[in-house]
């Protein structure tokens, strides 16, 4: 067996006995070995039937598939619970038949299978197969074992391709408002050399280069150094988001840590889908960003591989967060950590324009514990978290 496009299988393709076989090589000595103490030619008869069939099947393990074998992923990025599948062709590239071939394929910790029919020569057969995709992760796809049986199963071969890919499960989005900035952009706001051309905000005059917009010529300019100079004008800075997961164990319990990634995820996936540079940090040191406007995928990636680690050290990591710039904006995801925990927030909130923490694993309908100057919201889940933060940033 060949995978197209693919190194060799990386097994010999020993034959292995199943179970089924196990049960008629033990019927097949009990009968044989009755049959001649008790002198009953019957039992003897069956016995020899017995040892038929799996010679039979031996014989039958010989005849091994010649086939090219291809598989995709599409897509290779979803959300939890929404479809993916993987493609398989198998062509037979020998000038007999094909037996039937088993294929089967791991996803994780799972096994997935699929039956391919027995194929003329040179015949070709597509199949689709589902994908599990109802837990968020970073999933190992591969590899990918081929094998067929003798048509009473008792043998079977398979052999292994070194096919792998990755799939990627992204945590679920919740439709919510980003986080509460204090303000609304403002068009004559402050400016920065390393803000986005093209805007409407003056910030200096620089050099003209050729393919300068002519009307951008600043005449005065030219007139007194004699050099052609332009008006840089740029976007405005808007505030930076700054998203942080707390990714220390002990605060979750009875799988809540999946509530707390859906809702990082929203509020990254919101401040971006609004026009904000937004930035993902988790406590054990991960980190991603979105410019304003662009692709969402490094984060959600980072969090679809987010898992909690008792070494963590949690919310004290904050206590390192030094932003880059002025203006940013502080949201925490985290558990139910104790108050000492929380007080890291409180700790940093000067170093930010606002701050606001979001608690999940809430099972008692309690508030949450007050944090001195910055927006608190105690939720059990990630349903209830986007259920009732609209309302609250919109106070």
């Not at 700054?242 to 605060?251: E, G, H, I, R």
Request: proline fraction near 8%; charge should be positive; hydrophobic fraction near 45%.
């Amino acid at each position: 067996m060949r995978l197209a496009g693919r190194r060799p299988a990386t097994d010999t393709g020993s034959a292995m006995i199943t179970r089924s076989g196990v049960a008629m090589a033990v019927c097949a000595v009990v009968l044989v070995a009755t049959g001649l103490l008790l002198d009953y030619p019957e039992l003897l008869a069956l016995g020899l039937v017995a040892v038929v069939a799996l010679l039979f099947a031996a014989g039958w393990m010989l005849v091994t598939p010649d086939v090219t074998l291809s598989r995709e992923i599409h897509p290779p990025r979803v959300f939890e619970g929404d479809g993916a599948r993987a493609l398989i062709a198998v062509t037979n590239a020998a000038r007999r038949r094909s037996p039937p071939i088993l294929a089967a394929e791991s996803v994780g910790d799972q096994t997935v299978a699929v039956a391919l029919p027995s194929l003329a020569p040179g015949g070709r057969f597509q199949a689709t197969y589902p994908l599990p995709t109802g837990r968020r992760g970073v999933f190992e796809v591969g590899p990918l074992v081929v094998g067929h049986s003798d048509p009473l199963r008792l043998l079977h071969v398979g052999r292994a391709f070194p096919s792998r890919s990755m799939l990627r499960v992204h945590p679920r989005i919740h439709p919510v408002d980003p986080l509460p900035t204090g303000g609304s952009p403002d068009m004559d706001g402050p400016t920065s050399a390393t803000a986005p051309q093209g805007g409407v905000a003056f910030h200096s005059l620089r050099e003209y280069v050729r393919g300068d917009d002519l009307r951008l010529i600043h005449w005065r300019s030219f007139a007194r150094t004699g050099r052609m100079m332009v008006r840089h004008n740029v976007v405005p800075n808007e505030p930076r988001m700054m998203v942080v997961l707390d990714t220390s164990a002990p605060p979750y319990e009875a799988g809540y840590f999946e509530d707390a990634v859906r809702v990082a995820a929203s509020l990254a996936v919101s401040g971006a889908r609004h026009g904000f540079p937004v930035e993902l940090r988790t406590t054990g040191g991960q980190r991603a960003a979105i410019e304003a406007g662009r692709d969402v995928m490094a984060v959600l990636d980072l969090l679809a591989g987010a898992q909690p680690a008792a070494a963590d050290q949690g919310l004290a990591e904050l206590l390192r967060v030094v932003p880059g710039e002025e203006g940013v904006v502080l949201g925490v995801v985290t558990g139910q950590p104790p108050g000492a925990r929380l007080g890291a927030v409180s700790a940093v909130r000067s170093r930010f324009a606002m701050a606001s923490i979001v608690c999940v694993g809430e099972e008692h309908g309690r508030p949450g514990l007050p944090v001195r100057g910055v927006l608190t919201v105690n939720v059990r889940t990630s349903d209830d978290f986007a259920a009732v933060w609209n309302a609250w940033v919109r106070r």
